[in-house]
């Protein structure tokens, strides 16, 4: 069984004046220890199916044991990027469940938010829901972050180069420097985004391990560049739980997984494992 079945690729940016209206009121909060990428989506994956089949909120925050180049679900690699050279550099790999383009996990955090929506309901309410409580917590900490416009926004092929090469419409970013990349996707009344906040920018190390000359990013925002004395994991994520708590006006709960968390996790595990998912395509 796939990882994410019956799901719809998402594209486009959000509306303006989107509402927390789209948040559901109960949720929980789950901060992770560092994990392999594998274990990282496949927690993720579990949460998203989760939310679809007990309408279960759940806003996480993680790291990586290791730097990994994640891919998006339907990303192009083959001719692009090789399992020996990755091996070569010391980077792992592995491919979301999600879209979006080539992303290098080091030094950040990363978040994943995990929630019931109606089928009726726009993915882009959510979106945009998610990002005001990412801006928010970001601007607590003192950071001058924005969300991106139509006006400053560049049209992103979704299969370009890079992740952090530039912003899309509703991302965030400092001084017109991408600071936040997300990734989202919806199945069977669920829907994921999970992205990066960057603590440092490493983003630079994906054109070095190409098996094609790609273009060099501009350098990402990140905050040990912007403010960094809060440039640490504990600090971001207490400030996105503060963030998160404000929106809905009650403080979200700590996790407690269903009994059978384990197996699900486990199952998308066997499948996001495996070669012929990462290098599918």
């Not at 730097?67 to 339907?74: K, L």
């Not at 001719?79 to 792992?92: I, N, Q, V, Y």
């Not at 409580?133 to 006006?151: E, H």
């Not at 994906?206 to 960094?228: F, H, R, Y």
Request: a positive charge; charged letters at 20%.
């Amino acid at each position: 069984m796939p990882p994410i079945a019956a799901a719809t690729a998402q594209s486009g940016p959000p509306p303006c004046g989107a509402s927390t209206t789209v948040m559901p009121r109960q949720w929980a909060f789950l901060r992770s220890t560092a994990a392999g990428g594998v274990t990282n989506m496949a927690i993720d994956s579990a949460l998203l199916e989760l939310a679809g089949a007990e309408h279960r909120a759940v806003w996480r925050c993680y790291a990586w044991e290791s730097p990994t180049i994640s891919f998006g679900r339907n990303e192009r690699t083959k001719g692009r990027f090789s399992p020996s050279r990755l091996r070569d550099a010391g980077l792992r790999a592995v491919r979301r469940p999600s879209g979006g383009r080539a992303l290098l996990h080091a030094r950040e955090v990363t978040y994943s938010v995990a929630m019931p929506l109606d089928d009726q309901l726009s993915w882009r309410l959510a979106y945009a829901a998610v990002n005001d409580v990412l801006l928010r917590a970001l601007q607590s900490l003192g950071v001058p972050a924005q969300l991106v416009t139509d006006a400053n926004a560049s049209a992103v092929a979704p299969d370009g180069p890079v992740c952090f090469d530039r912003p899309a419409v509703g991302e965030i970013m400092v001084r017109g420097r991408k600071l936040v990349g997300s990734a989202v996707w919806r199945q069977g009344g669920a829907y994921l985004q999970h992205g990066s906040i960057l603590l440092a920018d490493d983003q630079a190390r994906l054109t070095a391990v190409a098996d094609v000359p790609l273009p060099c990013p501009p350098p990402a925002a990140s905050l040990a560049d912007c403010a960094p004395s809060q440039a640490h994991w504990e600090v971001v994520v207490d400030a996105l739980a503060m963030s998160l708590a404000s929106s809905l006006a009650v403080s979200p709960e700590p996790f407690v997984p269903p009994r059978d968390f384990s197996q699900r996790v486990a199952s998308h595990h066997a499948v996001l494992g495996q070669d012929d998912w990462l290098w599918r395509r």
